[in-house]
Nanobody, 126 residues
Framework: QVQLVESGGGLVQAGDSLRLSCAAS????????MGWFRQPPGKERDIVAA?????????HYADSVKGRFTISRDNAQRMVYLQMNSLKPEDTAIYYC??????????????????WGQGTPVTVSS
């Protein structure tokens, strides 16, 4: 049984930093592309960042977070992280960890999502 468990969300002020973590179990973690989505209140869920399987040398970011957010993975610990800097009120959302298909290309995290976490809330006050 695959489980993705997010942590690290919370209430912060604009300009602050926050690091989200996602602990994976039940899958050969290093063989899966991973990513983070977010869903602001009343809006759709969209991809924020993705990282390829293996060493994670390939990454993808939504334009709205480029230069502020960094995705990384630790295959030994079966963890994926999202470092969020210079947070803005518009970053307020539920953040979800997700996995694409085994050995799939990086954007499969978005186009062929296989597994989801339960989400962790992030609120950025102005």
């Amino acid at each position: 049984q695959v489980q993705l468990v997010e942590s690290g969300g919370g209430l912060v002020q604009a300009g602050d930093s926050l690091r989200l973590s996602c602990a994976a179990s039940g899958l050969a973690f290093g063989q899966y592309p991973m990513g983070w989505f977010r869903q602001p209140p009343g809006k759709e869920r969209d991809i924020v960042a993705a990282i390829g399987w293996g060493h994670g040398s390939i990454t993808h970011y939504a334009d709205s977070v480029k230069g502020r957010f960094t995705i990384s993975r630790d295959n030994a610990q079966r963890m994926v992280y999202l470092q969020m800097n210079s947070l803005k009120p518009e970053d307020t959302a539920i953040y979800y960890c997700a996995a694409g298909g085994q050995y799939d290309e990086i954007m499969a995290v978005s186009t062929r999502t296989q597994y989801w976490g339960q989400g962790t809330p992030v609120t950025v006050s102005s």
